[in-house]
């Protein structure tokens, strides 16, 4: 069975950092794209980063650019997503998703995420 665990949530002060990881297990996905999601109380889920399956290309949202960086391991089938310059609008359950075919050309928000893990609350306080 493919899982997606992500780990790394927790509650840090604006400004501070965060480290989130998601590893899989049950398929290898070191061809597909992968990505994160976040959720905030009330409103819908976003879009937060993605990356190719080489790492060569990379996205980002607006509202996270120059601040999160996405990145991955593939010889570990892991995903990190590094958040720097934490604000309180960050506020999220995050989660991390991977697309179920392999080398995705848009590392983005349109593509079939098909895998996705159970979340991570990450709460940054004013």
């Known amino acids: 069975q493919v899982q997606l665990v992500e780990s790394g949530g927790g509650l840090v002060q604006a400004g501070g950092s965060l480290r989130l990881s998601c590893a899989a297990s049950?398929?290898?996905?070191?061809?597909?794209?992968m990505g994160w999601f976040r959720q905030a109380p009330g409103k819908e889920r976003e879009f937060v980063a993605a990356i190719s399956w080489s790492s060569s290309s990379r996205l980002y949202t607006d509202t996270v650019k120059g601040r999160f960086t996405i990145s991955r391991d593939n010889a570990k089938n892991t995903v990190y997503l590094q958040m720097n310059s934490l604000k309180p609008e960050d506020t999220a359950v995050y989660y991390c998703?991977?697309?179920?075919?392999?080398?995705?050309?848009?590392?983005?928000?349109?593509?079939?995420?098909?895998?996705w893990g159970q979340g991570t609350q990450v709460t940054v306080s004013s």
């Open positions: 998703a991977v697309q179920g075919l392999p080398y995705g050309s848009t590392p983005g928000p349109r593509g079939a995420y098909d895998y």
């Open positions: 049950g398929r290898t996905f070191s061809r597909h794209v």
